[in-house]
């Protein structure tokens, strides 16, 4: 398949990228890894007038770490470098290690953070991955920039919060706590494929060895990824057992509304929510002590 004709720009800014996009409005869109926009063109399915590459825009790419322990990833950093890097393995070991269920290597080598996230698939691991370290995705138009809580961005299937004329820039991770460990499990029908249901989680232990917080995140299993806030009640202000694992787990399948389709049934996918929580639940735990 071949995409329909359209228009090709490489600016070298992000400003000049803004401006394109404002002279253009809705003709237009945004070229990052095209792992996802170049199938959707060849399929058809999407057909802009005009397509702006971001990959000659240096100042998206890479990742930039503070003293507080805090990184910013530039929009355009891709998916191998996350999974490679020290600093990242060391800081936010959480994404090293959900990096090698993302596709195969080829596709890690091109797509980006920032295009998955824009791309927003239900199934796709980095807006949970996003969620779960409690991050913020930067926005910028040409009129200013903001910030939106990782858990407010992706509002259904292939839907998210950016407005028009706004270019998802960069993503802020907070710093990841010393007594921090991370749990990550997933199930697809075949190595690459996306995730019939996955559950990315960090619990937090206090000095007493307590649960002080937690995060858990189902995807795959709804239209968007779910924090499952009801079922980390189970485990927080408590020094946790098998138990209160199980009924993290339980809460969580209640929680969550799975979809059917022609890769799983609700009930499946149901079953592998519980599942897979108690697994990610109790991983975070022994890495966390």
Known sequence: MKPPA?????PATVDEALALRDRHGDDAV???GGQSLMPSMNFRLAAPGIVIDLNGIAALAGVEAHADGSLVAGAMTRHR????SPLIAERLPLLSRAMASVAHVAVRNRGTIGGSLCHADPSAEWPALCIACDASIVLQSSA???RVAADEFSLGVFTTAIAAGELLTAVAFPPWPKRRGWGFEEVSRRLGDFALVGIACVVDLDASGCCADARLVVFGAGDRPVLASRAVEALRGRRVDDGALRT???RARADVACRSDHHASAGYRSRLVEALTHRALTHALHSAS
């Open 6 to 10: 359209f228009d090709y720009v490489r």
């Open 81 to 84: 470098f996350f999974e490679t």
């Open 248 to 250: 993290a787990a339980a």
């Open 30 to 32: 945004f070229l990052a």
């Open 144 to 146: 200013g920039s903001r």
